[in-house]
């Protein structure tokens, strides 16, 4: 049976080796967790070239905005039919803790509203404790579709659950 | 790196005006390829075009989480810089923390030369309000512009 467009941008994003995947993407190591409709999961693995604070070790805030800025615009992508990106538009960043050096950062992010001309969406970093977020973040996002990388447009909308 | 190493960077960084000390010393700010520079007296930083800072490759365009990491490194390099350390506490300064950041991306960032300028807007005795402006090739047309936070000392 021929993959709906949410499999696809899916397969996309979750098979094959992402490290290889052009530019930011690849080269910080995102890992794609889940992609549902509105709500995404990624996770950065730690790395030394990250770190912003010789002295203590910690990951810099922009590896941190990148990896939620990218977990959003997900959320984003599939918030609406057809499945695309879009530019993001603005964004904030609160860091309520610091990230624990040598430990993987989550990202999990939904779209909370989706309006003509902007879509807003929360998400939040954590380590160990989902609970403990240590960057809860908004990224809006005007809906513009523009294709990355031969990412699947999702042209067809049959077949879709939700 | 043990914090009074980085205190030597420091110091040799503010005695000899060179800021490039510092973001050597940032992993983070190597990794993005970022150089600082003087120009008309001004410290601002130069980020080059790197393969691995593109977000969308089909335009293509730089992440803008890359861009939002080089104007938070700028802006640390840039109040280590120039941060008045009488008015710390402890008297000594830490690579400042960023309590949160707030980026309007106004344009997309082209995959060409970028560059940022900071203005510290405030420091008190624990935290520092820091404007950072992003251009390509006009600065009085900024790509992207941010206002942030840091945590000092």
Redesign the interface.
């Known amino acids: 049976m021929e993959k709906t467009p949410l499999e696809q941008f899916r397969a996309f994003f979750m098979e094959g080796d992402q490290r290889q995947r052009?530019?930011?993407?690849g080269?910080l190591g995102f890992r794609c967790q889940f992609i549902e409709i509105g709500r995404a999961g990624l996770d950065l693995p730690f790395s030394?070239?990250?770190?912003?604070?010789?002295?203590?070790g910690?990951?810099?805030?922009?590896?941190m905005?990148?990896?939620?800025?990218?977990c959003c615009a997900l959320a984003a992508a599939t918030a609406r039919e057809p499945i695309s990106?879009c530019?993001?538009?603005?964004?904030?960043?609160?860091?309520m803790g610091?990230a624990e050096p040598g430990k993987t950062l989550h990202a999990e992010a939904e779209a909370y509203r989706v309006t003509q001309s902007v879509i807003f969406t929360r998400g939040i970093i954590f380590q160990e404790d989902r609970s403990r977020p240590i960057v809860h973040g908004l990224v809006n996002f005007t809906p513009i579709a523009?294709?990355?990388?031969g990412a699947p447009q999702g042209r067809d909308q049959e077949g879709e659950g939700e | 790196m043990t914090s009074d190493e980085f205190l030597d960077i420091y110091h040799r960084a503010r005695d000899e005006g060179n800021a490039q000390l510092i973001i050597d010393a940032l992993p983070y700010a190597t990794f993005l390829g970022m150089r600082a520079l003087e120009q008309d007296g001004e410290l601002i930083f130069h980020l080059p075009p790197l393969e691995s800072n593109i977000g969308n490759p089909t335009l293509p365009a730089l992440h803008g989480g890359a861009v939002g990491g080089f104007m938070e490194m700028a802006a640390v390099t840039f109040l280590l810089m120039s941060i008045d350390h009488d008015k710390l506490p402890g008297g000594e300064p830490r690579v400042p923390k960023l309590v949160d950041i707030s980026v309007d991306y106004i344009r997309a960032c082209r995959y060409v030369d970028t560059w940022a300028a900071c203005e510290v807007v405030r420091q008190g005795r624990k935290l520092a309000n820091v404007a950072v402006k992003v251009w390509q090739q006009d600065r009085n047309t900024p790509t992207t512009t941010a206002r942030s936070h840091y945590l000092l000392g």
């Open positions: 052009p530019g930011h993407f080269r030394p070239e990250l770190v912003g604070d010789p002295a203590t910690a990951v810099a805030g922009g590896p905005t990148a990896l939620l800025d990218s990106f530019p993001t538009l603005d964004l904030r960043m609160d860091h610091l523009f294709k990355i990388g």
